[in-house]
């Protein structure tokens, strides 16, 4: 059984950072692409970044540059810096991993930045 569990949210006034883990279990970790998902009421579930087990990265434009995602195979976990925060990153933030064409969900992390 696969499980995804997120930590690190949380409020922060605009321009702040934060951290975000999500650490896997169930699953060969380090043959998994991971992702970080977001979605804020109102508004899409949209993707924020994914890193393939090469460790080669993507991003969303509009977080490019501000967001780094990166993991940590012998520990199982997937983070995502989150710096120069915005107030329109609000957002629950959603770990992913797709898996034999299945996607894994964490619980989700609620990030609320302030003006």
């Known amino acids: 059984q696969v499980q995804l569990v997120e930590s690190g949210g949380g409020l922060v006034q605009a321009g702040g950072s934060l951290r975000l883990s999500c650490t896997a279990s169930?699953?060969?970790?380090?043959?998994?692409?991971m992702a970080w998902y977001r979605q804020d009421p109102g508004k899409q579930h949209e993707l924020v970044a994914s890193?393939?087990?090469?460790?080669?990265?993507n991003y969303r434009n509009s977080v490019k540059g501000r967001f780094t995602i990166s993991r940590d195979n012998a520990k199982n976990t997937v983070y995502l810096q989150m710096n120069s925060l915005r107030p329109e990153d609000t957002a629950v933030y959603y770990c992913?991993?797709?898996?034999?064409?299945?996607?894994?969900w964490g619980q989700g992390t609620q990030v609320t930045v302030s003006s």
């Open positions: 890193i393939i087990p090469s460790g080669n990265t």
């Open positions: 992913n991993l797709p898996l034999n064409g299945r996607n894994y």
């Open positions: 169930g699953t060969i970790f380090e043959s998994a692409t």
